[in-house]
């Protein structure tokens, strides 16, 4: 309940920020909540199902791949809506995913940092598979991705200013958020917890291990499927990076460093940590990088819940009052003895 409430008063924090930062960080912002969502998506996978996926990325850039053939009319000329971009994304990302994890997690199954390895290298594959390409771009990727159209009630809007972009936006990611807040608080939460702690109790108890994994894995990546939609319609255009090992790092550093036990925390990992770079990049050009890693490794090291996550748990820790033992009543006195009788 706690954490909800602090989430409200993020988003509303968020909400009535263009106000005081303008137009050019508003834009960004709007970006930012978008790495953010991914951000979301690697914390529910990683930090409460414990799959660490080190290409989250592939899923992101697969999504913002179908949204830009889509909403460009590549499948079909008539068929531009956003709306079914938006689906097919997700619905494109979470496909494959449930293909590779059954790959990746039937029989004996595969983790730690051999899984970590393994979803490398297909996003580095996937990567050079988008480079050469060319029915998709090829190495330059697609150009001119239109931005999200609105339809209703007849009319249609397209969003290229900024601030109704962004409070779209933050009104997609706001409502994922929230919904899976109340998704891992639910029973299906306790199981991730299971999946990730004793998953072999888990299994004794009747519990299909391989199901609740690739259930947990299809959805994180059709939350960074939609992540990589919303990303390629603000910035026009899907290219090859958005799969690789670049971003799929810079994500993974996000949530370590935000928390990756916690949503809200690594959500603002991700937007703290891209705000950092802009202006760390400005004071410092490429030594930027050596500062997040050093951010990295403290928070790895000394606070391996997260620079975030840690002051977060401290303030929504609830007291617990153990009950006061029981006054013990005092015990009664011994009965009188019996007079003793003439002899």
């Known amino acids: 309940m706690r954490n909800s409430l602090i989430g409200i008063i993020v988003f509303g924090c968020l909400a009535v920020s263009p106000a005081f930062i303008g137009d050019y960080w508003t834009g960004q912002l709007s970006a930012y909540l978008v790495y953010g969502l991914l951000a979301i998506s690697l914390s529910l996978v990683w930090g409460y199902g414990g799959i660490l996926c080190f290409g989250q990325a592939m899923f992101f850039g697969i999504g913002g791949y179908i949204m830009a053939v889509f909403t460009k009319g590549m499948i079909y000329p008539d068929l531009t809506s956003s709306y079914l971009g938006l689906l097919a994304a997700m619905a494109g990302s979470a496909m494959f995913a449930l293909a590779l994890g059954f790959f990746l997690f039937a029989g004996r199954g595969i983790s730690g940092a051999y899984l970590a390895i393994i979803t490398l290298a297909i996003a580095l594959v996937l990567e050079r598979l988008m480079n050469n390409w060319y029915a998709l771009g090829g190495y330059n990727g697609l150009l001119n991705v239109p931005p999200l159209k609105l339809v209703a009630f007849g009319l249609s809007y397209e969003l290229w200013d900024k601030l109704p972009t962004f409070y779209i936006i933050l009104g997609i990611v706001a409502a994922v958020f929230f919904a899976v807040t109340l998704l891992v608080n639910t029973s299906y939460g306790l199981l991730l917890t299971a999946i990730r702690t004793h998953p072999d109790r888990l299994s004794s108890l009747g519990y299909s291990v391989l199901n609740l994994r690739l259930s947990v894995f299809s959805l994180s990546a059709a939350i960074a499927g939609l992540a990589g939609a919303l990303f390629v319609t603000l910035d026009g255009f899907a290219s ?21 036990e ?6 603002l990992g991700a937007i703290f940590t891209r705000t950092a770079e802009s202006w760390l990049s400005e004071i410092f050009g490429d030594y930027w990088i050596l500062i997040l890693g050093i951010a ?5 090291v000394l606070l391996p819940k997260g620079l975030l996550a840690t002051p977060f748990e401290r303030l929504t820790r609830r007291k617990r009052v153990r009950p006061s033992s029981p006054a013990i009543a005092p015990s009664p006195p011994d009965p009188p003895s019996p007079p003793s009788g003439p002899d």
């Open 240 to 260: 090859p990076t958005l799969i690789g090992f670049t971003l799929s790092t810079e994500a993974l550093i996000w949530v370590a460093i935000g928390g990756k």
């Open 262 to 267: 916690m949503l809200l925390a690594a959500f």
């Open 296 to 300: 990295f490794m403290v928070s790895v």
